[in-house]
């Protein structure tokens, strides 16, 4: 039997992404040993599988992080060991200081999700470009609807599909032809009928991937331009007719526009866009998102400022 010797420094393998450092230290007979960098305000989470059999563990090295099991939010710390065999309820754990931890799997998981996450991030990355945006876009949305997420307390399932979905919301733009992304002067209505059909193309390019992250992820991006009041598109839902995952993106990028140079206009100031979610509380967006939102806006500041 070929015996090596690995270390943090010296992994098989290694994948960072979005406050997240991943690297493979053992792997045999399908079980893995994966250790965990988790930087402050980030997130992981361990999912149920369809038909999965696999013994999972965590045990953690340094740092804190919170979880929610069955309801009940706990605080685990450096010697704490959470297991299931399989997993049957989703966690996702939130690290509130960077926090180390090893994850043992009895299957082998490393290469699927090391894959999910150079995708997902390649996807974002490459729409955040092309739109005009900073690669920091798709990052401040996903970290600004989770926090909202979690004051609506949505369960550890639509808190992974809103990860997902709030990251990649725009994706579909990738099909979009620059001469009308970037477009200085007002969209011609052909231009903005295929402008709004990004929505339905971003849809179609989570459902053609193997992952069920992403599958679930497409509705929402999908419904992320309903209005409250059903003026959106591209079906026209309005109220409990739109997904809550799909009103808490629409605020957070909403905001997020109105306070960020375009080729065509400049920025507003945080509270002029304020005062504009506050106009279309209950017709564009939906009010309780909206309240939320607002609460939270000195966490948004410190993400537009890099703090």
């Known amino acids: 039997m070929n015996q090596y010797l690995t270390s ?16 493979l230290l053992a792997t045999g007979d399908g079980t893995e040993v994966i250790h965990h960098l988790l930087e402050e305000g980030a997130r992981w989470s361990m999912q149920p599988q369809e038909g999965g059999t696999a013994s999972e563990s965590i045990f953690i090295v340094r740092g804190s992080m919170k ?15 959470l297991s299931a065999s399989p997993v049957q309820h989703g ?6 200081e960077q926090t180390e931890f090893i994850y043992i799997s009895s299957q082998p998981v490393f290469q699927f999700f090391s894959e999910l996450l150079r995708e997902n991030q390649e996807l974002a990355v490459e729409v955040a470009l092309k ?11 996903m970290q600004m609807s989770m926090l909202i997420g979690e004051r609506m307390g949505l369960s550890p399932v639509d808190m992974c599909t ?9 994706v579909g733009k990738i099909k979009i032809p620059k001469s009308i992304l970037l477009k200085e002067g007002p ?14 193309y971003g849809k179609e390019l989570l459902e053609e991937t193997d992952s069920p992250y992403m599958n679930m992820a497409s509705q929402i991006v999908e419904q992320h331009h309903e209005r409250y009041d059903g003026k959106g598109y591209p079906k026209g839902l309005h109220k409990d007719e739109i997904s809550p995952l799909a009103s ?13 140079d375009r080729p065509y206009r400049k920025a507003m100031s945080v509270n002029e866009a304020v ?17 939320i939102f607002i609460d939270l806006i000195p966490d948004w500041s410190k993400m537009k400022q890099g703090v």
């Open 8 to 23: 943090i420094d010296n992994p098989i393998e290694t994948v960072r992404y979005k406050g997240l450092t991943v690297k």
């Open 67 to 81: 979880v929610t099991i069955e309801g009940e939010t706990k605080l685990v710390s450096p010697g704490d060991v």
């Open 91 to 96: 966690f996702i754990f939130s690290a509130l």
């Open 131 to 141: 739109d005009g945006y900073t690669a920091d876009h798709c990052e401040r949305i």
């Open 162 to 170: 809103l990860n997902y979905a709030s990251y990649l919301h725009d």
């Open 187 to 200: 969209l011609s209505a052909e231009e903005w009928q295929e402008m709004k059909r990004h929505c339905i």
């Open 248 to 260: 808490i993106v629409s605020v957070v990028d909403a905001f997020d526009a109105m306070t960020t």
């Open 275 to 291: 005062e504009e979610l506050k106009k279309n509380d209950g017709t564009m967006f939906h009010p309780e998102v909206v309240k």
